[in-house]
């Protein structure tokens, strides 16, 4: 059984920078296809990134490309999410989630694709 422990989160000021880890334990994390979501006080879970299980395939939200980057290391089994230049808006609870890769080269930015989820890890950006 895949689990995912996600870490990093914390108190953050606007345009500062954070890097969110997803750990993984139990099969190769490379059979996966990974995806970070985000979900603030009162909205609906959204999707932020995904990585193909090889790392040859990424999107992102658009409210999100071109400040944050989505990484993987299958060695150590860890996928990241580099945050930069952050904004009060990007305040949420991060999830990390897998579903095993179907189909080369892609990856689902729907939640409801995903069958693994770690527990969340808070990040607030807040002066």
């Known amino acids: 059984q895949l689990q995912l422990v996600e870490s990093g989160g914390g108190l953050v000021l606007p345009g500062g920078s954070l890097r969110l880890s997803c750990a993984a334990s139990?099969?190769?994390?490379?059979?996966?296809?990974i995806g970070w979501f985000r979900q603030a006080p009162g909205k609906e879970r959204e999707g932020v990134s995904c990585i193909d299980n090889h790392g040859g395939t990424m999107n992102y939200a658009d409210s999100v490309r071109g400040r944050f980057t989505i990484s993987r290391d299958n060695a150590k089994n860890t996928v990241y999410l580099h945050m930069n230049n952050l904004r009060p808006e990007d305040t949420a609870v991060y999830y990390c989630?897998?579903?095993?890769?179907?189909?080369?080269?892609?990856?689902?930015?729907?939640?409801?694709?995903?069958?693994?989820w770690g527990q969340g890890t808070q990040v607030t950006v807040s002066s």
């Open positions: 139990g099969p190769r994390l490379d059979y996966y296809t």
């Open positions: 989630a897998a579903v095993p890769q179907i189909y080369a080269g892609s990856c689902p930015m729907s939640d409801s694709r995903y069958n693994y």
